[in-house]
């Protein structure tokens, strides 16, 4: 892995930094999960668009610059440097994206792509069901086939679907021959939310604003053209989904890093005794030090990623290490604040969202279990 600064990166990071000193919103940002204020995330995410740094990885004919992953993670440690938030889009671009660029037919990419970049779209994962969370070969939602439509009426309900109450679209897999074992006989759709046989239910988070929703199907149509990476063929696509989800696609270590920099900022701002005390000193440090880490390691991974080397499995190591590394981060500054913790304030909603991480994209303990059996060897219990 060599890490000497390269010429044309230092001039792409001076190049983003300019342009979103320019062009940012005012900070912070509203709510993106408010219908209040959606259309100014929309607004925001549209303008990267047009300036062609939405999906900077993507080709041209997306939308995006045909750069390199080297690329993408500047562009990403200086938006968070900026002190903007999680995009709305983030479920299309940094989820559905890469796998349609992989699995999808030239039809499928030239429909979805550049409309997801450009949030014309928004798209919500159909994941999680009532009975099948982290289990997710579980699912009972299923797909019949209707020969004379032409595709496939799909019926069963997803929940804990985020922002779903605002989506246009869903990606997600049905059980489309209920014969076959438990991670066989699935098949991965691209659904159009505003059809008869959608439902959808908005569901509160702990601010009041419909981040989530429960989606029923009873009969919504998908056509053979919005099957993505054929029929049966659901549970491989979804992985390579997952595997986005839970590396560096969807948590690049930008947010991490800008985190650890305003712990820093705060603890320099704290009182002397709280800065003399070894405690506090070793708890800041250590969030520090692992999002250098989660850097480093995320640098090795884009390594290896172009040198041709598959994801894999390493995806579960990622996804464990950042989202302890979050409530670490999150937990030091709540440490320092102390009994003057303001429960309304930027840290304590990061420590909330924070709590969520070792849940979503497949829970911590089912991503050790991955780990211990496909990356140490060890035996199934």
Avoid at 9 to 30: D, T, V
Avoid at 69 to 91: C, D, K, M, S, T
Avoid at 201 to 216: I, Y
Avoid at 349 to 356: C, H, I, P, T, V
Wanted: glycine share 8%; proline share 5%; hydrophobic share 45%.
């Amino acid at each position: 892995m060599d890490l000497r600064p390269v010429e044309a990166h230092q001039a792409f990071r001076a190049e983003i930094r300019q342009w979103l000193a320019e062009n940012k919103p005012p900070l912070p940002m509203p709510p993106g999960d408010s219908p209040d204020h959606l259309a100014i995330h929309l607004a925001w995410e549209r303008r990267l668009f047009d300036a062609g740094l939405a999906v900077v990885t993507w080709p041209q004919r997306y939308g995006g610059r045909d750069l390199d992953l080297w690329h993408w993670l500047i562009f990403e440690e200086e938006f968070y440097r900026a002190g903007l938030p999680q995009r709305v889009a983030q479920n299309g671009i940094f989820l559905l994206g890469p796998s349609l660029l992989e699995f999808g037919t030239d039809d499928q990419r030239d429909r979805f792509l550049r409309r997801m970049a450009s949030v014309e779209d928004l798209w919500c994962q159909g994941w999680s069901e009532p009975e099948a969370g982290s289990d997710l070969a579980s699912l009972r939602s299923h797909a019949v086939r209707d020969e004379a439509a032409g595709g496939w009426r799909l019926f069963g309900q997803k929940c804990w679907t985020t922002r779903a109450a605002f989506s246009t679209h869903m990606f997600g897999i049905f059980r489309t021959d209920p014969t076959a074992g438990r991670h066989r006989g699935l098949t991965y759709f691209l659904v159009d939310l505003d059809q008869p046989g959608v439902a959808v239910q908005p569901v509160a988070k702990f601010d009041g604003q419909p981040g989530f929703a429960d989606v029923f199907f009873d009969g919504a149509f998908v056509a053979d053209a919005d099957v993505l990476g054929g029929v049966g063929n659901g549970w491989k696509v979804a992985m390579a989904t997952t595997g986005s989800e839970r590396s560096l696609s969807l948590r690049s270590p930008g947010r991490f890093l800008a985190t650890a920099e305003r712990l820093i900022e705060q603890f320099r701002e704290a009182p002397e005794s709280v800065r003399a005390d070894a405690r506090y000193r070793s708890r800041v440090a250590d969030a520090w030090m692992g999002a250098q880490a989660y850097k480093l390691a995320t640098d090795w991974t884009v390594t290896r990623l172009l040198d041709g080397a598959p994801l894999g499995a390493e995806a579960s190591l990622s996804k464990v290490f950042w989202s302890e590394l979050d409530v670490q981060l999150h937990e030091a500054a709540l440490m320092l604040q102390g009994d003057d913790a303001d429960l309304d304030d930027d840290w304590m909603d990061g420590f909330e969202f924070a709590l969520s991480g070792p849940i979503y994209a497949g829970t911590n303990q089912l991503q050790r279990n991955i780990i211990a059996e496909r990356l140490l060897g060890l035996p199934r219990r």
